[in-house]
């Protein structure tokens, strides 16, 4: 899907009024009649305010009120070119990189990023049937000393995704039953033909889900099956992306701010074949 470019992006949204107009319709749309006044009425914008009155009575609605652009105090104009910096990246956007185009502070632009990206938090709305491959992995730690699960300071993240469709991912406390199969549960379908490692805990796998494959990672194997049918290569490709990109374009990330970069990652995936400015801008409202 080709995304929104500069050009076409200063076109829709030329002025504060062009954004503010826009969640306008996405909030209060099919907003006919007053709520005030019961009375059908056409609405417009109280200048050097972010508000529509009633023709009528002069009632207002405050487009904003709800969404989590609510209490800032910068443009709407920086705040859409912001969403606009995200859906263009592959990689992301650094804090430092967001306040050198938004000509913003640093602790602002930190801001501004983590609420886009808590808007792009898909938690509870995804559901994967037909092949779905399940992995744990391990972000963060030190450099240096054990490598792998042995490492002091590692994140556990668990993902699931389907082939050829949506992706799951979460940071958890562990990689215990407990923890991993109410996700399980949660975001798959009885149908699903689940792929994982030879991790014990995926062992207990049962009427959970249809089926369950294995590929025995720890006697070197990467497929398995017809075909090959068997492997865990697309979950296990999205983590080796996801690092690199943030090594590149992060260095690193804390521990509990890793969920809402793990939401970054997986939106952008599971809404790559629309445009991404208009997918996170649904959100805001």
């Known amino acids: 899907m080709k995304q929104l470019n500069i050009t076409e992006f200063k076109k829709l949204y030329p002025t504060e009024k062009a954004c503010l107009d826009e969640i306008f319709d996405r909030v209060y ?13 056409k609405w417009s914008h109280v200048t050097g305010r972010k508000c529509y009155a009633c023709q009528w009575c002069g009632f207002q609605v405050f487009p ?44 602002t632009a930190f801001r501004v990023g983590h609420v886009i990206r808590g808007m792009m938090d898909e938690s509870g709305e995804v559901v994967l049937s037909g092949d779905v491959e399940m992995d744990e992995s391990a972000f963060g730690g ?30 958890v ?35 959970e889900v249809a089926a369950h494959f294995v590929v025995n990672h720890s006697a070197g194997e990467h497929v398995a099956g017809p075909n090959g049918h068997y492997h865990t290569q697309t979950i296990d490709g ?27 990652f997986t939106f952008r995936r599971n809404h790559r074949t629309e445009q991404l400015f208009f997918a996170v801008l649904d959100r805001v409202s």
């Open 142 to 171: 030190k450099k240096e000393g054990k490598r792998g699960w042995g490492s002091e300071n590692k994140t556990c993240v668990f993902g699931m995704v389907e082939r050829g469709g949506d992706i799951v991912a979460k940071v």
């Open 238 to 264: 999205f983590w080796s992306i996801m690092k690199r990109s943030i090594r590149g374009t992060h260095v690193a990330v804390s521990p509990h701010k890793l969920q809402n970069y793990l939401n970054e």
């Open 29 to 41: 749309g099919d907003l006919t009649v007053c709520p005030s006044c019961e009375t059908e009425t």
């Open 64 to 107: 904003l009120a709800k969404t989590p652009l609510k209490d800032s105090k910068i443009s709407l104009e920086l705040w859409f070119f912001a969403i606009l910096l995200f859906s263009n990246s592959k990689n992301g956007v650094s804090a430092k990189e967001l306040q050198r185009q938004l000509g913003v502070s640093y602790k």
């Open 173 to 207: 406390p562990n990689r215990k039953r407990k923890t991993l199969f109410p996700i399980i549960v949660e975001h798959t379908t009885e149908e699903a033909a689940v792929h994982t490692d030879d991790f014990k805990v995926y062992n207990t796998i049962g009427k």
